[in-house]
């Protein structure tokens, strides 16, 4: 082929390559690179929300920010729900796949139910779970009374640690089959020869567990627990939903921090201060996945 006529297709395929992609390029810059640089940019000034009017103010806000006690307490709060409800995700989720892994009557059913908690809705499963943990009607502290266990109503949602606690039981509840789902997809694909070679070598079910099923679920755990690290860590309308952040601040994130100071308190400015901290909180953790990611496709 003539190197001219070669040169000018190489041109037109990149220009077909480049009005091919975009469309995806500007969604992309519509959707995540505007607001980014908007909330960076919005960080650096003192803005009302009602008008967005405001004033340059520099790195002030994050000076602030820094030395605001109720980011720290949000903070903690952020991370005691994450580990928490991350936590019970992993170990109800291995377990629950564990046992939909087995021969069983109804596995196939078992397995579509399981899936219930993750696709429901967020509003609707906390309408339900605010109903059970009423302290007038609730069906939790009724139980309670009549089996002996308590004399009074517990307040679930009103008083801490019982505010916190439910706040991950529901979180677990709603996020773990996510976990069951990518740890039975990897159960399937495990080998049965190396069950076969623990048993000959007299291993039990719990040194199989532990010497064979757990090592094989060593990656898929990692992937896991970076990915609902990250969307916990960031949950808003669950928590916001079920406490408001209450009682007072002790149940209050990062996520419902930032509404407060845009909506509330209408300091926009700010609230885009502590959106940028939070970000750069969750870049950490995608940085990790990618790294992690990246390692496993070249092995």
Known sequence: ?????????????????AILIAPTVLIFCAVIVYPLVSAIYLSLFQVFTPTLEGSWVGLSNYRE??????????????????VGTLSLQIIF?????????????????????????????????VLVWKWLFNDLYGIMNHLLIVSGLTDFPIDYLGTMPNAMISVILVGAWKYFPFVVIAVLARLQTIPDALYEAARIDGAGPISRFFDVTVPQLREVLVVIIMLRAIWDFKEFDMI????????????????????????KLNQMGMASTYAVAMMAIMLVFMILYIRRTRSEEDT
Do not use: C, D
């Open 1 to 17: 082929m003539n190197p001219a006529r070669r040169t000018r297709l190489e041109r037109e395929y990149a220009l077909l390559g």
């Open 93 to 125: 989720g291995v377990a629950m796949a564990l046992i939909l892994h087995q021969n069983m009557w109804f596995r196939s059913l078992a397995r579509s139910l399981i899936l219930f908690p993750y696709f429901v809705s967020t509003v609707v499963a």
């Open 240 to 263: 916001y939903l079920l406490t408001g952040g209450g009682p007072i601040t002790s149940t209050q994130t990062l996520p419902l921090l930032v509404y407060k100071e845009a909506f």
């Open 65 to 82: 920010l820094l030395g605001k006690e109720e980011f720290w307490t949000s903070l903690l709060n952020n991370i005691i729900w994450t």
